[in-house]
């Protein structure tokens, strides 16, 4: 009939033809539904006859739609044929937890099982909380044991001009022990993370920033041993049962006495390395118990309470964890670096 000589003399142009004819044919609403429709109520005889030649007109259609729909697919589907899809595939980059964090994380879990919670503070400090409420008294020395980022004194309306700022990146985590103090009252056990910023030359062994994990703890009669002993019981956990650990006595203006903490080099094991400058011991954290000045800036009774704090970098921690020899490599994001810390969690 009028539609085979027409589906035989159909050569589509474009997508769009072909789809026109797979509409007009072979669509829901198509000729090929129409006369299967109209079949249905033909007599037993007629339908031996018709349902042959409807079955050869509805393949002549499909045959003439499926050899010309691979004519007009477009790139973007030609690609996808022509795709070995038996091959493996590509799978997804899975990220992994930065090696601070997961030193961080241990740290803060081993004093979370003596008792200590977290707090935070900001990294935009001002004088009193970086320095002053830390007794480090006015134009002294000390202030300059740590170089300072000052905060632009334009940026502070209150500043005269000429004046230092009385805003900086803070130097050191012992910030937030000044904010937890005054805003609270004793008891204390707290643990407080945070990155610190120093105006330091960037090389291997020092940063313009990094990070410390900052411990107080304030209550009545709290003493030296009581530092020893936590500090002990966080080295045996976090390096393992064995390691040894000794106080040189040092200076802090915000504690007294003061101590520097040093453990056995768990790289040589003593033996003598780099890292520990062939000594066997590397120093790990700054200490002391609470200066009394520091209780009484914060209004807290320095007759009645007494405590310590400590202050330990977090990158020094994962060097000797992981023995990695240059401070540079945790912020430059290289992922050959990062993959080699990739954990399940
Ligand atoms: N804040 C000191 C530092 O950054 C470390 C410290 C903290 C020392 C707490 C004593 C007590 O070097």
């Not at 910023?197 to 304030?218: D, W």
């Not at 203006?253 to 003593?270: L, N």
């Amino acid at each position: 009939n009028q539609y085979t000589s027409e589906i035989e003399a159909f050569e589509p142009k474009s997508a769009e033809e072909l789809e026109q004819f797979r509409i007009k044919f072979l669509g829901t609403k198509g000729i090929i539904k129409d006369l299967f429709d109209e079949f249905k109520a033909v007599s037993p005889e007629q339908k031996r006859v018709l349902g042959k030649v409807l079955n050869q007109f509805k393949q002549l259609a499909e045959a003439k739609f499926n050899d010309n729909k691979d004519n007009f697919t477009g790139a973007a589907q030609d690609a996808a044929a022509s795709e070995d899809l038996t091959l493996p595939g590509e799978g997804f980059e899975i990220g992994g937890r930065h090696p601070l964090n997961l030193v961080r994380k241990e740290i803060v879990e081993i004093f979370k099982r003596l008792g200590f919670v977290l707090a935070e503070g900001p990294e935009i400090e001002d004088d009193w909380h970086n320095f002053s409420a830390l007794n480090f008294p006015e134009e002294h020395p000390a202030r300059d044991m740590q170089d300072t980022f000052f905060v632009e004194a334009s940026s502070n309306p209150e500043t005269e001009k000429g004046k230092k700022s009385e805003f900086a990146l803070r130097t050191h985590t012992s910030s937030v022990q000044v904010r937890l103090m005054e805003h609270g009252k004793p008891p204390f056990r707290a643990l407080m993370p945070g990155r610190v910023y120093r105006n330091e030359a960037i090389s291997a062994r020092a940063h313009c920033f990094f990070h410390q994990v900052e411990g107080l703890y304030v209550d009545e009669n709290v003493s030296f041993a009581d530092l020893k002993q936590t500090l002990y019981y966080f080295v045996q956990e976090l390096y393992g049962e064995g390691t040894k650990l000794r106080f040189r006595p040092s200076y802090f203006p915000f504690t007294e006495p003061s101590a520097e903490m040093d453990i056995s080099c768990t790289i040589c094991k003593g033996a003598g390395c780099q890292m520990c400058k062939y000594s066997g011991w590397v120093e790990i954290l700054g200490c002391g118990m609470i200066d009394p000045n520091v209780l009484d800036n914060v209004n807290i009774d320095s007759k009645k309470y007494t405590g310590f704090a400590f202050g330990m970098g977090i990158e020094r921690i994962t060097n000797l964890k992981y023995q990695i020899k240059d401070l540079r490599l945790f912020s430059e994001n290289d992922v050959r670096f990062l993959k080699q810390f990739q954990t399940e969690t």
